[in-house]
C-alpha cells in the first residue's frame, strides 16, 4: 500500500439527507451523516455494511450524481466545489469512474461491447484517433483477462455470460486511465465461483495499471479477501475503521462484531457464541441523537440514547464509534 501526504481522494463531514413525502414534508431520511473518508493511492479500501445503510448514496456523492447536504470532497486536495467547468467536471469523472452492481446498467443491449468502451474513448480522451480507440479498446479488454479481446468487442452483452459482462464494466472504466474505481457491489450478482476472478482483478489493477478502489459490499469475506482498510457502515453513520484485519480480528463496535460472527467459520465448535442481535430495523428517519444500533446492541448504555457517538481512535489507526468501547479501551 503506498501513501502519500495529500490523500487521492478524502471527504470531510459527508451529509445527504432526502425529504420524505415531498418538499413540504417535515420527515428527513438520513442517508449519510458526516462521513470522512480517506482513499490514498494504489489502494483498496472495502465499504461494508447491511443494505440501507449509505453505501451506494456515498458512492453516488462521490461520483457527483447527487449534491452533498453538508460537507465537502476533496480530490487530490482539491475541493470538487471548484469543479464548476464541463472540462472540470469531465476529466474527474474520467479519473473517478463507477462500475455498477449490475453489468447490464453499463451496457446497451442493442450495441456490440466495443460501442461503450468506444464512445467513453471518444469523450474522455480526445486526443486518440479511431485506430488508437480500437488499440485503447483490445488493450483494456485483455487487461480484464478476457480473450481474444478482438472478439469479444465484436460481441453483444446476450452472448457473455455474467462474469464477463462484468469485466467489461471494470474494462470501460480501465479505457478512461482512472486513478480510482468506485466499484458498487460488483461481484454481488455473480456465483460465487466466479467472484474471486474480479476480485483478483481489482488487485491486479492496483498493482499494474495504480488503479485505487472504494469496494462496496455487505460481504466480509469478499472485503478481507481484497482490501487494504476497511470501513464499517451503520445507518448513514461509519461506526468503525481501520486496516482490514485489525479491524476484523479485534472489532470495537458491537455491529462489527454482528457482522464478524455472521461470517460461517468452519473451525468454530458448535456451541461458540455468535453474539445477540435484538433485529430492531435503523431508524434514519428524523432519528435525532444517540446511537443508531443502540436498538439492536446488547451492550447499550443511557449515555447511547442520549449522544451520538464521535468517530474516536481506540487503537493505532483503529477508530469506532461506539461509547461502550471508548469507556473499555486503554487510556494512552
Not at 455468535?274 to 441523537?289: F, K, Y
Amino acid at each position: 500500500m503506498t501513501t502519500t501526504a495529500v490523500p487521492l481522494l478524502e471527504t470531510r463531514g459527508l451529509t445527504k439527507h432526502f425529504k420524505v413525502g415531498g418538499n413540504l414534508a417535515r420527515k428527513t431520511l438520513h442517508a449519510v451523516d458526516d462521513a470522512n473518508i480517506v482513499i490514498n493511492a494504489k489502494e483498496i479500501v472495502a465499504l461494508v455494511g447491511e443494505s440501507g445503510s449509505g453505501k451506494s448514496t456515498i458512492a453516488r456523492l462521490l461520483a457527483r450524481v447527487y449534491k452533498p447536504t453538508a460537507g465537502d470532497i476533496l480530490y487530490q486536495g482539491k475541493s470538487l466545489r471548484s469543479m464548476r467547468s464541463r472540462k472540470d467536471s469531465l476529466a474527474y469523472r474520467s479519473d473517478v469512474p463507477m462500475v455498477f452492481q449490475d453489468p447490464f446498467s453499463s451496457l446497451n443491449p442493442a450495441y456490440p461491447v466495443s460501442h461503450g468502451i468506444m464512445r467513453g474513448l471518444t469523450l474522455h480522451r480526445p486526443e486518440l484517433n479511431r485506430s488508437q480507440r480500437r488499440e485503447e479498446a483490445i488493450r483494456v479488454i485483455e487487461t480484464v483477462g478476457l480473450r481474444p479481446a478482438a472478439g469479444i468487442l465484436d460481441r453483444y452483452p446476450y452472448e457473455l455470460s455474467g462474469g464477463q459482462r462484468q469485466r467489461i464494466g471494470f474494462a470501460q472504466a480501465l479505457a478512461y486511465k482512472p486513478t480510482l474505481i468506485l466499484a458498487d457491489e460488483p461481484v454481488s450478482m455473480l456465483d460465487v465461483s466466479i467472484r474471486i476472478g474480479l476480485l483478483n482483478v481489482m488487485a491486479d489493477l492496483r498493482e499494474q495499471e495504480n488503479v485505487s478502489f472504494l469496494y462496496i459490499t455487505h460481504d466480509i469475506a469478499s472485503a478481507r479477501y481484497v482490501s487494504d482498510r476497511l470501513m464499517v457502515m451503520y445507518a448513514g453513520h461509519i461506526v468503525e475503521s481501520g486496516p482490514t484485519e485489525e479491524v476484523l480480528a479485534n472489532p470495537k463496535h458491537p455491529y462489527t462484531q454482528l457482522l464478524v460472527s455472521a461470517v460461517p467459520d468452519p473451525r468454530a465448535p458448535l456451541a461458540a457464541d455468535a453474539g445477540s442481535d435484538r433485529g430492531e430495523p435503523p431508524r434514519v428517519i428524523n432519528p435525532g441523537p444517540g446511537c443508531r444500533f443502540r436498538w439492536r446492541c446488547p451492550v447499550a448504555i443511557d449515555r447511547c440514547a442520549e449522544v451520538t457517538p464521535p468517530l474516536l481512535d481506540l487503537a493505532p489507526a483503529h477508530a469506532a464509534a461506539c461509547h461502550v468501547a471508548a469507556a473499555l479501551a486503554p487510556t494512552p
